[in-house]
């Protein structure tokens, strides 16, 4: 078997860092092959070609790089995904210079935010004290972690692989009920509508606020991101007439499963897509368990396209059915061992870890051949998603999306699960139509005050709600000028009456009458001037963003730039997760280097809080950052802290809209 070989870079000023990974070379362990480069002349195109690489460099200066590593340092900038790269990085610096191991720990920064995976422990070696103390016992400990990343490793067993080998111990959990409440027969000659939204008066819409579903067209589709180491991010503009919506508001879009997809699960179930059935439902059903997204007459393209969330996870009674109708009984008795108490952890592991979905299991389990009446039964409802406003035009309504992908784990099913109404949208065309509705407003909606004090908070697309914002904000000076206006409108009313009086004695009443207009116009001018100096001197709006990339992915940065210019937008603090040299990673650190500017903000400005985001990571991380600085520049204990915070979600200061 040939060596395992890997990748040594140095970058080197004194030397030090030239001899030390010349000893490394020289020592390889058993089974080892070491590539020794200097960094110069190399590219990042270099680097991106290898899966294993260990670095040893040097400080030089204020924490640069050394000369020889400058040039593909500077290179390296170009290339934002290492996702690809193994490495490790032995460092060298001496504590008696000011910045101690500037440059290796820049490097190693910079390394992580691209994605590069360290496999060994990163060294700082100081020279003040001695380089061996560190870099001997490196070196010894490195051999073992290089074998393991450059070994290939066995690959994981499948998920048919895993079903094959599972013992269950038990075939009917008896807790779980299958009876079937609908019976089925299928008509060859009824005509039955196969244009959505056939029956849709018998939807219930959730969370509606009463207004119709609106058959909206596409006038636009416009791609925001187009670089792959980010998500795909799109715009689409709606006309939108039935129904009048303002900044923060949402609404919700049915969405349709793809024609593939329904195509292949039609085909597996042996089902003629277009043959009208009409159900009947069985004796002694109650009507509150009738699902109520089914329609009783319908076809099963319909069905499947429109209603059906083919994507669920399958509850127990589901897995319990489908083992009812395998052919294979050991294919039947895992299905149900999944639905027993005993099969719980295996059904975690096994089903709903990986994220299987309905045709994920008729794939796994062939013998498994489902009715369409338990299917109508057991599968739920294909739920609207929402949406927010994120402009209104003069056409109707902007939102943006990106495109959801789920990767399943653990699972022989090698391909990446797209999201369902993601892929739906961004299918769309300007010959297309959006089924939408109007969404009740759950508070996520701006001050109804002219000189609102808001600190906006969002990440990725929970950015775009906040342009409806800012539009929605009037301008500092737009009172001032509009008093102006008046003004002036009115002095011009003073002189036409002036010169009707000169007319004439006929023009005395008119031209008195236009000099009054003209002062009533002035002293109206008056009052907008000094309601737009109050304006200027009270408001204040503030802006915390978060994305991967400055130049990739900054989702209405052109809009944003703009309301600062007209200074809608008062402060705009900018967070890159990803970026070599941000000043903060995430919007949550903003909160918290800015915290005494935001507590100052919330307790006496009386400043709202919008947060927008997922609320896993942006929802909860920002929610504690606010507890932690409340604390910190009141002197309030963490209980009275979040009791504070907990005040200002009960009287809607603090609003989030967040997702999972």
């Known amino acids: 078997m040939p060596p395992l070989r890997f990748l040594l870079i140095y970058g080197s000023q004194t030397g030090q860092s030239e001899a030390i990974s010349e000893q490394i070379a020289l020592s390889c362990g058993e089974g080892l092959h070491c590539d020794l480069k200097v960094a110069e002349g190399l590219t990042g195109e270099d680097l991106l070609k ?13 924490g640069d790089p050394p000369e020889n590593f400058e040039e593909f340092w500077n290179n390296l900038h170009d290339y934002p995904d290492l996702s690809n790269l193994n490495y490790t990085l032995l460092g060298l610096g001496d504590t008696n210079y000011t910045d101690y191991g500037g440059f290796p720990n820049s490097l190693n920064r910079f390394l992580t935010e691209r994605g590069a995976k360290s496999f060994y422990e990163y060294q700082l070696a100081d020279d003040a004290v001695g380089l061996e103390h560190i870099v001997e016992p490196w070196i010894e400990g490195l051999w073992d972690p290089l074998r393991a990343i450059l070994s290939p490793a ?17 075939t009917e959990p008896n807790n779980v009920i299958t009876k079937l409440i609908y019976s089925l027969e299928w008509s060859g000659e009824k005509e039955w509508s196969n244009t959505f939204p056939h029956g849709v008066d018998k939807f219930i819409l959730p969370f509606s606020d009463g207004t119709p579903l609106e058959p909206a067209p596409v006038l636009s589709v416009t791609p925001l991101t187009s670089d792959p180491l980010v998500k795909s991010v799109f715009e689409i503009e709606i006309a939108s007439t039935a129904a009048k919506y303002g900044p923060g508001d949402s609404f919700g879009v049915l969405c349709e499963n793809s024609d593939g997809e329904v195509t292949t699960l039609l085909s597996r179930l042996s089902l003629s897509p277009h043959t ?14 009738l699902p109520k997204h089914i329609l009783m007459e319908c076809t099963p393209w319909y069905a499947f396209k429109y209603t059906l969330d083919v994507h669920s996870l399958p509850k127990k009674a589901f897995l319990k059915y489908l083992g009812e109708c395998c052919g294979d ?32 299991l008729l794939e796994l389990f062939p013998s498994c051949k489902p009715g369409l009446a ?49 892929t739906y949208l961004s299918s769309l065309s300007t010959t297309s139509h959006l089924h939408i509705y109007r969404r009740k407003n759950n508070s996520f909606l701006p001050p109804s005050s002219p000189g609102p004090n808001m600190i906006l908070i969002g990440a990725g697309t929970g950015v775009s709600p906040f342009l409806g914002f800012l539009d929605n904000v009037t301008g500092p000076y737009s009172h001032v000028t509009e008093g102006v206006d008046h003004v002036t409108e009115g002095v011009d009313h003073v002189t036409e009456g002036v010169d009707h009086v000169t007319e004439g ?14 002062f009533d116009h002035v002293t109206e001018g008056v009052d907008h001037v000094t309601e737009g100096v109050d304006h200027v001197t009270t408001s204040h709006v503030t802006l915390i963003t978060g994305n991967r990339y400055r130049a990739l992915d900054s989702v209405y940065e052109k809009e944003f730039q703009e309301h600062l210019s007209n200074e809608r937008l008062n402060t705009w603090y900018r967070a890159f997760s990803r970026e070599e040299g941000s000043q903060w ?21 009386g400043a709202a809080v919008y947060v927008c985001g997922d609320a896993k990571g942006l929802g909860a991380g920002v929610c504690e950052a606010f507890v932690e600085m409340v604390g910190k520049w009141t002197g309030r204990s963490r209980e009275e802290s979040e009791v504070f915070m907990k005040k200002m979600r009960t009287t809607k200061r603090y609003c989030e809209d967040i997702w999972s």
């Open 585 to 605: 990673r995430y919007v949550q650190d903003v909160v918290r280097d800015k915290g005494e500017e935001m507590v100052n903000a919330i307790v006496d400005k």
């Open 50 to 62: 290898e899966q294993v690489v260990v670095f040893v460099v040097s400080s030089t200066g204020e």
């Open 154 to 170: 066995p690959p994981p067993p499948s998920l048919a692989d895993k079903l094959a080998a599972l013992s269950i111990t038990t």
């Open 505 to 518: 004695v006929d023009h005395v009443t008119e031209g008195v009458d236009h000099v009054t207009e003209g």
């Open 329 to 360: 009984k050991r294919d039947g008795d895992l299905l149900k061992h999944f639905a027993s108490k005993e099969g719980s952890s295996d059904l975690n592991e096994m089903i709903y870890s990986p994220g299987l979905t309905l045709l994920d």
């Open 374 to 422: 338990g299917l109508l039964q057991f599968l739920p409802r294909l739920t609207p998603r929402y949406y927010s406003v994120s402009r209104i035009t003069e056409q109707g309504i902007k939102f943006v999306f990106n495109i959801i992908t789920n990767i399943r784990n653990s699972t022989s099913l090698s391909s990446p699960l797209p999201g369902v109404c993601s």
């Open 276 to 289: 009208p059935y009409r159900l009947q439902v069985g004796e002694g059903v109650k009507a509150r368990l």
